[in-house]
């Protein structure tokens, strides 16, 4: 089963507000990281986060990490249409080379 | 450019035909990777490479074999393909310190296959 999901699937919002993605995840992990995909383009990374860290900032964004529930979130503040894009998260199984990724939140910022 | 070339960027090809897609990454990693991305499901991780030698194969069908000459490129062959194959081929790579931990990973833009 995949380790990683996304929640929504889908998010519109205006330019300007803020938008949350959530991600669940199964197993125990090392790092969980958060990726934006454009369309017809690859992945580009944005953020990781150390299972022993809470939260952790980059810019307009903000992780946070909760390896009790086995969730994330990232928060995007005060957003642009040039955010509008795919976001997945991306967890390790310990002991592997594997990246686990979901299916992503597709976010549409309207201007 | 993100440091990781991927070619072609579109691939139209029979089901009996033979192609290669092929990636080129410029960054020095250790770990190359492949992922298939089709559509409204999770990036499907193939192959990984780690100082060229594959040190996953995650039940991929044998239609799809992978050759990493060297660690800056990896290869795809594609043999025999039926039309589900049909995706988006995402390369990647990343740094391997340790087992347990690597480097985040860096994509090239992939490339589109539709397989007729």
């Known amino acids: 089963s995949q380790q990683g999901e996304e929640d929504p699937q889908a998010l519109s919002i205006q330019e300007g507000e803020n938008a949350t993605m959530n991600c669940s995840y199964k197993?125990?992990?090392?790092?969980l990281q958060w990726y934006r995909q454009n369309s017809g383009r690859g992945l580009v990374h944005l953020i990781l986060?150390?299972?022993?860290?809470r939260e952790k900032h980059s810019g307009r964004l903000r992780v946070t990490l909760d390896t009790s529930k086995k969730s994330s979130s990232l928060l995007i503040t005060a957003s642009r249409a040039a955010d509008t894009a795919s976001y997945f998260c991306?967890?390790?199984?310990?002991?592997?080379?594997?990246?686990?990724f979901g299916t992503g939140t597709r976010l549409k910022v309207l201007a | 450019e993100t440091g990781v070339t991927q070619t072609p960027r579109h691939l139209v090809m029979g089901m009996t035909n033979k192609k290669s897609l092929k990636c080129e990454q410029h960054?020095?990693?250790?770990?190359m990777y492949w992922y298939k991305q089709s559509a409204k499901k999770p990036l499907e991780l193939m192959f990984v490479?780690?100082?060229?030698?594959?040190?996953e194969n995650n039940s991929v069908p044998s239609r799809f074999s992978p050759e990493c000459p060297n660690s800056s490129h990896l290869f795809l062959h594609l043999h025999t393909l039926q039309p589900e194959d049909s995706a988006l081929y995402l390369c990647?790579?990343?740094?391997?310190?340790?087992?347990?931990?690597?480097?985040?990973?860096?994509f090239g833009n992939g490339t589109r296959l539709t397989v007729t």
């Open positions: 986060i150390r299972s022993n860290e």
């Open positions: 197993t125990s992990i090392n790092n």
């Open positions: 490479y780690s100082l060229e030698e594959r040190v």
């Open positions: 991306a967890t390790d199984s310990s002991g592997t080379y594997k990246y686990i």
């Open positions: 990647a790579s990343s740094q391997a310190f340790a087992r347990d931990y690597n480097s985040p990973l860096h």
């Open positions: 960054l020095g990693h250790n770990a």
